[in-house]
């Protein structure tokens, strides 16, 4: 792979190190040139919206082949928490003892929609991260027969701890309960294979990882669920013909996920298109070895500069490392003051690795670290 060509794509971080893809990511040149063509026909009267809507059935094939499922399987839906609230209003009323297990540290939008569950009688379990994550044996412990639903992200945001997803995926069917992943900080980042992870349910905005902007995401459903979820706010788009179904009196719902689409943004899914292919531009399994790569070398470089610096085990690992640091926000002042776009969660300075950023970049944020 040549990393000039790649970076070409990204003329804005020229000047600067861009380390907060965690956050949200730095727009590529195809996804901004598509947002700017979209203004001039819409200030012009001549946006094609059906374009657009081509645009999303594009991105949608496109996050399948991403994440190892089928067009079908996929849902076009907002946000994490908008893909989370669908499946939570798809459980039925708890019967005695049925509960939802969930990670105590979870980031909201993969919290909430599971507490507002006990409104329906079940008991919610918040499993205790341990110094490496929330681990599946911990999820063992708290899951039983009455257990509904398992739900994790697939790396934490604030962490980077990369779960064990085949090993939870067991978890969950040991007690017959869906297995929801919150992909957000995964899609893009690290490979995911819904199929041999065992994943019922797998969610992720596009703002971050996967090149696009607020306003896009997905919501896999594995094929064997697809009959036992119903839309919540069905409209046009849930239909199986949609453009022959814009008034009643017949509702004709689609056979796959589409049924579970929200109304799509057309401008951010014109720049979902753009973005995405990116990925196959260069090739979705060369562009994770080279994240893989890249995170590597800037675990190296920080445990060189710091010997308190503890990286997770490898198969733990993901393209976001969280560094302690003693006056954090000295640090953070250090490296904004060398154009180093970096965060801070929990107390520590979150570095979020993609395949934009150059290898002598992470040696050099790492020697700013070290002189904490």
């Not at 412990?141 to 739900?151: K, S, V, Y």
């Not at 849930?238 to 057309?266: I, V």
Request: hydrophobic residues 45%.
């Amino acid at each position: 792979m040549d990393a000039a060509e790649l970076r070409r794509l990204f003329p804005g971080l020229k000047d600067t190190i861009y380390l907060n893809t965690a956050s949200m990511n730095v727009g590529c040149a195809p996804a901004r040139a598509a947002y700017e063509l979209a203004v001039q026909r819409w200030s012009s009267g001549r946006f094609d919206w059906m374009e657009a809507e081509r645009a999303g059935e594009d991105a949608r094939a496109m996050f399948a082949d991403i994440v190892g499922g089928t067009a079908a399987e996929i849902a076009i839906v907002p946000a994490v928490s908008t893909a989370a609230g669908i499946v939570a209003a798809n459980l039925p009323p708890a019967k005695h003892g049925e509960n939802i297990v969930v990670a105590g540290n979870e980031f909201s939008s993969n919290y909430f929609p599971w507490l507002l569950l006990r409104e329906r009688g079940y008991e919610v379990r918040a499993v205790a991260p341990g110094g490496d994550g929330a681990s599946a044996s911990a999820f063992g412990h708290a899951a039983d027969g009455g257990t509904r639903l398992i739900a994790v992200s697939a790396v934490h945001s604030a962490t980077g701890y990369r779960a064990d997803l085949p090993a939870l995926s067991r978890v969950a069917a040991r007690s017959g309960a869906w297995f929801f992943v919150d992909a957000c900080q995964a899609a893009g980042a690290v490979p995911l294979d819904v199929v041999r992870d065992g994943v019922d349910f797998l969610a992720a905005a596009s703002h971050k990882f996967l090149l696009g902007s607020r306003g896009m995401g997905y919501l896999y459903v594995r094929h064997g669920l697809l009959d036992r979820l119903r839309p919540i706010v069905p409209g046009w788009k849930a239909a199986r013909n949609p453009t022959e179904s814009f008034y009643g009196p017949d509702m004709d719902l689609s056979p796959t996920a589409s049924k579970l689409d929200a109304s799509l943004a057309w401008f951010p899914a014109l720049a979902e298109q753009a973005a995405l292919a990116v990925f196959g531009r260069f090739g979705i399994t060369d562009l994770l070895d080279r994240n893989a790569r890249l995170t590597e070398r800037l675990v190296e470089a920080l445990a060189a500069q710091d010997s308190a610096f503890r990286p997770f085990p490898v198969e733990h690992r993901s393209t976001i490392i969280s560094v302690p640091v003693t006056e954090t926000e000295a640090v953070l002042a250090r490296l904004r003051q060398a154009n180093v776009v970096a965060s801070v969660r929990e107390g520590r300075i979150r570095l979020a690795v993609h395949f934009y950023n150059f290898e002598e970049e992470l040696d050099l944020v790492a020697e700013l670290i070290g002189q904490n």
